[in-house]
T-cell receptor, first 119, second 116 residues
Framework: AQKVTQAQTEISVVEKEDVTLDCVYE???????LFWYKQPPSGELVFLIR??????QNEISGRYSWNFQKSTSSFNFTITASQVVDSAVYFC????????????????FGQGTTLQVKP | AAGVIQSPRHLIKEKRETATLKCYPI?????VYWYQQGPGQDPQFLIS???????DKGSIPDRFSAQQFSDYHSELNMSSLELGDSALYFC???????????????FGEGSRLTVL
């Protein structure tokens, strides 16, 4: 069975602080994809990153960085120098990565972490 | 670039009424997924379609049905609405046919259903 756990329900930081959102996953698949989505108060799901199970390279995109460690089944997300606009719910998600499979869009989401960045 | 289009964006219904949500995938995407997100919850997979056939089913109530049409758009029909059906409903699409699975998935902006 697949499962995603985001143990942090809510995090509150002051602007310009760095913050790390944790994500731990469980899967028996050898090929899978991990995602992070941002959901602002307006409700839409904003895609942030997709990483396949064979690529453990860390990634940096501006103030965002991701640390993928298969050894600990974790895919953590760090925001550097946080801003008020970063306030949102952040979801980590997992899907299977079978070639040609029609269930690869069946994402298993974590419970989400609500990030509040105060001015 | 074209995105996934969902309509209506907002819908208010009474209990026991019926609601229909529509989803227009990105052109040349042949797979559609529906998700339901209750207040304060994470999105839950409902159902998916590939080439107009149901491909997978999640925690979708029997009161709900869905289909994918020849132009690949999909409709989610919800009958005998209950208060607990109030949620944000997301549609997502992905390209599948003839492509290696890259895990690409594109979400629409969601349809917010309120049942009174």
């Amino acid at each position: 069975a697949q499962k995603v756990t985001q143990a942090q329900t809510e995090i509150s930081v002051v602007e310009k602080e760095d913050v790390t959102l944790d994500c731990v996953y469980e899967t028996r698949d050898t090929t899978y994809y991990l995602f992070w989505y941002k959901q602002p108060p307006s409700g839409e799901l904003v895609f942030l990153i997709r990483r396949n199970s064979f690529d453990e390279q860390n990634e940096i995109s501006g103030r965002y960085s991701w640390n993928f460690q298969k050894s600990t089944s974790s895919f953590n997300f760090t925001i550097t120098a946080s801003q008020v606009v970063d306030s949102a719910v952040y979801f980590c998600a997992l899907t299977r990565g079978v070639y040609g499979s029609s269930n690869t869009g069946k994402l298993i989401f974590g419970q989400g972490t609500t990030l509040q960045v105060k001015p | 670039a074209a995105g996934v289009i969902q309509s209506p964006r907002h819908l208010i219904k009474e209990k026991r009424e019926t609601a229909t949500l529509k989803c227009y995938p990105i052109p040349r995407h042949d797979t559609v997924y529906w998700y339901q997100q209750g207040p304060g919850q994470d999105p839950q997979f409902l159902i998916s379609f590939y080439e107009k056939m149901q491909s997978d089913k999640g925690s979708i109530p029997d009161r709900f049905s869905a289909q994918q049409f020849s132009d690949y758009h999909s409709e989610l029909n919800m009958s005998s609405l209950e208060l607990g059906d109030s949620a944000l409903y997301f549609c997502a699409s992905s390209p599948l046919t003839g492509t290696p699975n890259t895990g690409e998935l594109f979400f629409g902006e969601g349809s917010r259903l309120t049942v009174l």
